[in-house]
């Protein structure tokens, strides 16, 4: 029979465990805000706490959170198994989602759907410069990057407007609040503009292997609409049959 003594001892471990597991997660929601590829590998280096919330697709050197078509208008999310707790706030689905504007550009945003208000969470981090953006939107930690001076990597550029787009061989990224209604918000990372694979795969690593995921499925399709259907294939043999019938006639 398990005494007293061990079941505090067992008691205080799990409790120290699951603490533990507690603040792994929130250092890996911590790395989103850097809006790089360490929130990519800090999934990686936290699967089996952070799978408790969410099947993870692990690649090489990062995990990412799936979801189902980045391109759609509404199958871009990924509704966590439980909510995350995070710093006082309750996250309830994470978010990746690409726009090809073509003309203007084009447009990534990854992070969370949170079940607080905006003014929640720029609460919560008042370290950062918010601001508007536009109705009900707001910035922070907004950067740019000039393809035409890569030497200087990235600087801080706090001139982004809703509604212009970034200016040609420059890419900007930013943090990006925008309320859903009074209680819900989306956390966001963005990253717009002239966008290279070098650029894209350097900050949002996951992309590289999303593209090559839809590029499998795109072949996968066009080589079954390639292949005769079943009717492709009676008809032909009908038609024999057909020819030896008459000829068994004559």
């Not at 978010?95 to 208000?117: A, C, E, H, M, P």
Request: with cysteine; aromatic share 14%.
């Amino acid at each position: 029979m398990i005494n007293r003594k061990t079941l505090l001892i067992l008691s205080s471990l799990f409790i120290c465990n699951s603490a533990l597991a507690n603040d792994n997660v929130t250092s890996v929601v911590d790395s989103f805000f850097n809006c790089d590829n360490s929130f990519f590998h800090q999934l990686k280096d936290n699967v089996e706490d952070f799978s408790v919330y969410s099947d993870l697709n692990v690649k090489d050197e990062i995990a990412y959170i799936p979801v189902n078509d980045i391109s759609s208008d509404n199958d871009f999310t990924y509704t966590f198994r439980q909510p995350i707790n995070y710093r006082g706030l309750v996250l309830t689905s994470y978010l990746n989602k690409y726009i090809n504007t073509y003309n203007l550009g084009k447009y990534y945003y990854w992070g969370f759907i949170v079940n607080n208000s905006i003014s929640d969470i720029q609460n919560k981090f008042e370290q950062f410069s918010w601001q508007p953006f536009s109705e009900n939107t707001f910035i922070t930690n907004s950067q740019r990057f000039d393809n035409q001076k890569q030497n200087k990597g990235w600087e801080n550029y706090p001139y982004s407007f809703d509604g212009v787009a970034p200016r040609a061989n420059t890419t900007e990224k930013m943090i990006y609040l925008e309320k859903i209604n009074d209680n819900q918000t989306y956390l966001l990372c963005s990253l717009q503009g002239d966008i290279t694979k070098d650029i894209l795969y350097s900050i949002h690593p996951d992309m590289q292997y999303i593209a090559q995921e839809l590029a499998d499925k795109i072949k996968a399709k066009n080589k079954i609409s390639e292949e005769p259907s079943q009717d492709d294939i009676q008809a032909p043999i009908k038609m024999m049959n057909d020819e030896t019938k008459v000829n068994k006639d004559m």
